[in-house]
T-cell receptor, first 115, second 114 residues
Framework: NAGVTQTPKFRVLKTGQSMTLLCAQDMNHEYMYWYRQDPGMGLRLIHYSVGEGTTAKGEVPDGYNVSRLKKQNFLLGLESAAPSQTSVYFC??????????????FGPGTRLLVL | AQSVTQLDSHVSVSEGTPVLLRCNYSSSYSPSLFWYVQHPNKGLQLLLK??????LVKGINGFEAEFKKSETSFHLTKPSAHMSDAAEYFC????????????FGSGTRLQVQP
């Protein structure tokens, strides 16, 4: 049971390049999330998904797109990278039991540098 | 709307002394509250969570937190710090129902001196 995994671990991009970050979970969780972490700001939600084929915007969605074609995978895309997108990106997943508060499980993060 | 304020960006303690990391929250709804820990270059790990079952919540590694509604606080404590506790700690608030997106505090970096 690997939990939540993210690829790649580290990437350097030039301004204007595109890339896709992959998040995979093997816990059969319904919900998946993408966050970014910047110094002194905690984590901020970019996009999330409440099930296969569904996605929704979070707090800071601009410049990112996502897809959830399979329940276990959640992809984060940058179509035209900008230096402001230099950050550490975390994926998380969770399940929801009726009457219970979910717990989000986090991946190890992807460090992205945009030059 | 909801928000979290972690009152200290850095806390330094000596090994074997108590730890107190302070967190205040604001929420228009009945909140759920969490503490996560992040060790250097690692992902986030859940320490404990409050979901209205009990105001004093015990977590992993000897940490606990007390929910005080009148003070809108959820401070994290540990009786005796260990070197391995050195990490970044995040206080997090979430709605108990409906959309459950997490709102993170800005983090408190805990240093443990030998």
């Amino acid at each position: 049971n690997a939990g939540v995994t993210q690829t790649p671990k580290f990437r350097v991009l030039k301004t204007g390049q595109s890339m896709t970050l992959l998040c995979a979970q093997d816990m059969n969780h319904e919900y998946m999330y993408w966050y970014r972490q910047d110094p002194g700001m905690g984590l901020r939600l970019i996009h999330y998904s409440v099930g296969e084929g569904t996605t929704a915007k979070g707090e800071v969605p601009d410049g990112y797109n996502v897809s959830r074609l399979k329940k276990q995978n959640f992809l984060l895309g940058l179509e035209s990278a900008a230096p402001s997108q230099t950050s550490v990106y975390f994926c998380a997943s969770s399940y929801l039991l009726a009457g219970s508060q979910e717990t989000q499980y986090f991946g190890p993060g992807t460090r992205l540098l945009v030059l | 709307a909801q928000s979290v304020t972690q009152l200290d960006s850095h806390v330094s303690v000596s090994e074997g002394t108590p730890v107190l990391l302070r967190c205040n929250y604001s929420s228009s709804y009945s909140p759920s509250l969490f503490w996560y820990v992040q060790h250097p270059n690692k992902g986030l790990q859940l320490l404990l969570k409050y979901t209205s079952a009990a105001t004093l919540v015990k977590g992993i590694n000897g940490f606990e937190a007390e929910f005080k509604k009148s003070e809108t606080s959820f401070h994290l404590t540990k009786p005796s710090a260990h070197m391995s506790d050195a990490a970044e700690y995040f206080c997090v608030v979430s709605r108990s129902t409906g959309r459950r997106a997490l709102t993170f505090g800005s983090g408190t970096r805990l240093q443990v001196q030998p």
